[in-house]
């Protein structure tokens, strides 16, 4: 009596591996394109880690996966210019979310932050391409974990920014968050490579969406430094 069943989360299994190889080997080809010589799709090609998921977590990682490359191809496809300096690319995802930041982050930006969007789940729904010159993490390992389970922050930093998350998203004040903070190294924690990027937290700021309630929020980031392992 149980067989069909098992046979139909077998297939469901099935296609849910096929269509994550599928778009990671596609997203890595778009990446290289753009000039990210050092991205890739997974480590030996068997996609080993998501395999070894939960189906939900399998759903949930592909979604984020889905999420990511559809944003790019959809810039793409608009006339984004995705190496741009002027933030184009986030104003566009923004757009795309329906997100909005306050009115005086745009005047607190300065052309050296770098913008990294997180959603009420504190998923990383956007992040700066400069990223993957620095990234030795593969696609498949970036979209399997959340953001803080991929780095080592010198110090307390990583605390100090989980509060200043949380702190966002409980906000009942619609204004930009001037960090300043200071420069520290961040750490790949299992990449094959172990990079490391010295970065600082200039700003952050809720988004705000569909009947003005808190969606998200954005956060201005500087690289000052790497070091490059592989």
């Known amino acids: 009596m149980g067989q069909p069943k098992l046979d139909a989360r077998a297939d469901e299994g099935n296609l849910l591996v096929e269509e994550f190889t599928t778009r990671a080997d596609q997203l890595c080809e778009l990446l290289r394109n753009l000039g990210f010589a050092r991205v890739r799709a997974d480590r030996d090609h068997t996609f080993s880690r998501y395999r070894a998921l939960p189906p939900q977590q399998q759903r949930e990682a592909l979604e984020n996966l889905r999420a990511y490359q559809n944003l790019l191809e959809a810039a793409i496809l608009d006339g984004v210019p995705l190496a741009s300096k002027d933030h184009s690319l986030a104003w566009w995802a923004l757009k795309n979310f329906g997100w909005r930041p306050p009115s005086d982050f745009f005047a607190n930006l300065t052309p050296s ?71 520290h190294w961040v750490e790949e924690k299992f990449s094959e490579h172990r990079n490391r990027i010295n970065m600082s937290v200039r700003l952050a700021a809720p988004l705000r969406g569909f009947g003005n309630t808190v969606a998200g929020y954005i956060v201005g980031v500087n690289f000052h430094d790497s070091v490059i392992n592989g």
Do not use: C
């Open 113 to 183: 932050d770098h913008l990294e969007i997180y959603d009420q789940s504190h998923r990383q729904v956007f992040r700066p391409l400069r990223l993957f010159d620095f990234f030795s993490y593969t696609i498949e390992e970036l979209v399997t974990h959340q953001w803080y389970e991929l780095f080592d922050h010198e110090g307390g930093s990583m605390d100090d920014l989980v509060e200043r998350a949380k702190a966002l998203l409980e906000s009942t004040d619609h204004s930009t968050m001037l960090i300043n903070g200071e420069p």
